[in-house]
């Protein structure tokens, strides 16, 4: 039997949603969640967390060119400031490195570091 949910009384909300398109939506998202678990217990071993790692494949992603930190920010949807911490421990392990803007010295650029690459 199939339902339709009527949302339009929910703020933000302006459309109706059936039983199978609800229950596929929570599906996908179940998934995602399992995905990440699995990359994280992935990652354990390299003491590297979810987010950092991002940064380091969107480094990748350059190849080897320096990137800013706000354009990081805008590239994986995160906040400036979370950008910058999850930074200071790739540059501290040296999986990322901080060179200053040839441009403007005062901006720092990123990039991958030999140890990054690996």
Do not use: W
Request: hydrophobic share 35%.
């Amino acid at each position: 039997m199939k339902t339709n949910y009527d949302l339009s009384d929910i703020d933000g909300y302006f459309f109706k949603v059936d039983e199978l398109s609800f229950y596929t939506l929570l599906r996908i998202v179940e998934t995602g969640k399992a995905l990440q678990y699995d990359i994280e217990e992935f990652l354990k071993p390299f003491h590297i967390s979810h987010g950092r790692f991002s940064i380091l494949l969107t480094l990748y992603k350059y190849n080897g060119a320096p990137v800013s930190p706000s354009r990081l920010a805008d590239e994986l949807k995160k906040k400036r400031p979370t950008i910058t911490e999850l930074l200071k421990k790739l540059v501290y392990n040296k999986f990322a490195v901080e060179i200053s803007d040839p441009v403007d010295g005062r901006k720092k650029l990123i990039k991958l570091g030999k140890k990054g690459f690996l």
